[in-house]
């Protein structure tokens, strides 16, 4: 039972969330008619329980015997109320967001369309000068405040409509601004997430023309300087579609982002900052060196401004970029500390302990302490992503060492990449793998290793490697090293 839909569900309430939903199962006002008492005492049993929801006492046959005490077993019988009472957790919670999240505007919509159908239309009037006034009275104009306007609009124009009012057509005018005003902001928002994967994973993007005659016939109609948001909005679209990257337009959106911070909502400048600092990795990537400085800096910034987390979270792969460039910045007792300060704070993952452990496997790494980094690479990765960087970081291990098992580990990786194919991971990202693994033989082939003409070739040819190869800065610098590897020196 401790692996059953309503354990699993329970385990994401909190104790006074939990204390809530009792007393929604006993009250009238959502219950039409009262709960079996075997549904209310299952509820009980598992409460008892909530620090520790994997207790072997919520084996099924211990719960059987609280829920029917004295009853023989009957096949069936507990599944049916535990599946009434996951249906009724599950009630519990869209009601909870629904309280929870009720905004003014929505509040306001919803008395409107009340009087109106109940033909109170004084009060609807009334109602709905004083829902205008409170959205006209906002500071932060974002797309949800140009939805609510249409919203509001509509509901007066089919009202005007109705009487057969003259004033409707006037009105149409209004809520054809405010729901253009909202597809643009919502379309850049998708257009903008869009642009950005292709850039990070060197796709295209066959309707970029099109896209952008359209956005600029109807951005054209719009009053930037009155929408900070979408004028926002419209700079990150801009850079994102210039080819080749365009600095000037870069620091266009970063200073027009500065200046209308105090405008954008929290969580929506989060997301415009995470687009600045992605896009310098990016082209960093790329190999665009100036962009490394610039992105550390950033990360670091948004880091002191708490602008990094998520409810208090942070997501492992800001926790991995913040640690790959600690480490190239020569930080390393930094990285230390922020991933040990971090450690229960990691989200993104089903097991966040696997990003501590991969990333501190880095560090060791990255200061020569190959066997503790061995070590915390021994853990077993349930993350496709973090199976295959573990698996790639234990290769660069072997290699460091000069460990026989580094043949076999490189043909063990070449199969695992050739199986991950398709599996929920981009073919750039494959490729690039293919050609890490496929660089690395050529390296320690017999051949190369005390042939310095075959070398510089193999350093040229990836210097000038126009495709993503993973590692190559590491595989270059081995290259660079011009120092023959015995394979036969230390057994692992």
Request: charged share 25%.
């Amino acid at each position: 039972m401790q692996k059953s839909k309503l354990i699993e569900t329970i385990k994401c309430l909190s104790a006074q969330e939990l204390s809530r939903l009792e007393q929604f199962l006993i009250s009238p006002f959502f219950q039409s008619e009262a709960l079996e008492q075997p549904v209310l005492d299952l509820l009980k049993y598992i409460i008892q329980y909530q620090s520790d929801l994997d207790h072997p006492d919520l084996d099924r046959v211990q719960v059987y015997a609280h829920v029917y005490p004295n009853s023989p077993i009957v096949k069936g019988r507990l599944e049916k109320n535990m599946t009434r009472l996951l249906k009724e957790v599950r009630r519990y919670i869209v009601v909870e967001q629904r309280l929870m999240q009720t905004r003014e505007a929505d509040e306001h919509l919803l008395l409107i369309q009340f009087f109106k159908a109940r033909g109170n239309y004084e009060e609807f009037e009334r109602i709905m000068s004083h829902a205008r006034s409170s959205l006209l009275e906002m500071v932060v104009k974002d797309e949800d405040y140009y939805l609510d306007m249409f919203r509001l609009e509509e509901t007066y124009s089919a009202h005007l409509v109705w009487f057969n009012d003259r004033k409707a057509d006037f009105n149409l005018e209004p809520t054809l601004k405010a729901l253009n005003t909202y597809y643009v902001n919502t379309h850049l928002e998708y257009l903008i997430l869009h642009l950005s994967k292709a850039r990070t994973l060197l796709l295209g993007h066959s309707t970029q023309f099109l896209e952008a005659q359209l956005m600029e016939s109807l951005v054209s109609k719009l009053p930037l300087e009155q929408l900070p948001i979408l004028g926002v909005q419209y700079k990150a679209y801009q850079f994102l579609l210039s080819q080749p990257a365009s600095p000037d337009l870069f620091l266009a959106f970063t200073h027009l982002l500065e200046e209308k911070e105090h405008l954008i909502p929290l969580e929506k400048l989060k997301d415009f900052q995470a687009l600045a600092r992605n896009y310098c990795i990016s082209e960093f990537n790329k190999g665009n060196e100036a962009f490394f400085q610039i992105a550390f800096d950033m990360y670091k910034l948004h880091l002191n401004k708490g602008y990094l987390y998520r409810n208090g979270l942070i997501h492992a792969t800001i926790l991995k970029n913040l640690v790959s460039m600690g480490l190239r910045m020569n930080e390393q007792d930094w990285v230390v500390q922020f991933l040990t300060d971090h450690r229960p704070l990691i989200t993104g993952l089903n097991f966040p302990e696997e990003a501590y452990h991969f990333n501190m496997a880095v560090c060791h790494f990255y200061v020569g302490a190959f066997d503790e980094a061995l070590s915390l690479l021994s853990y077993s990765y349930d993350d496709l992503f973090y199976k295959i960087a573990a698996k790639r970081l234990e290769i660069k291990v072997l290699y460091e060492i000069e460990s026989q098992m580094l043949d076999a580990r490189l043909e063990a990786f070449n199969i695992l990449i050739f199986r991950m194919g398709g599996k929920q991971l981009s073919e750039v990202y494959i490729t690039g793998n293919k050609r890490f693994a496929a660089y690395l033989r050529r390296i320690i082939h017999p051949s190369t290793l005390h042939n310095a003409k075959r070398g510089d070739k193999i350093r040229t040819e990836l210097a000038n490697e126009s495709t993503t190869v993973v590692e190559k800065e590491w595989l270059l610098d081995i290259l660079y090293r011009k120092q023959p590897i015995k394979m036969s020196k230390r057994n692992s």
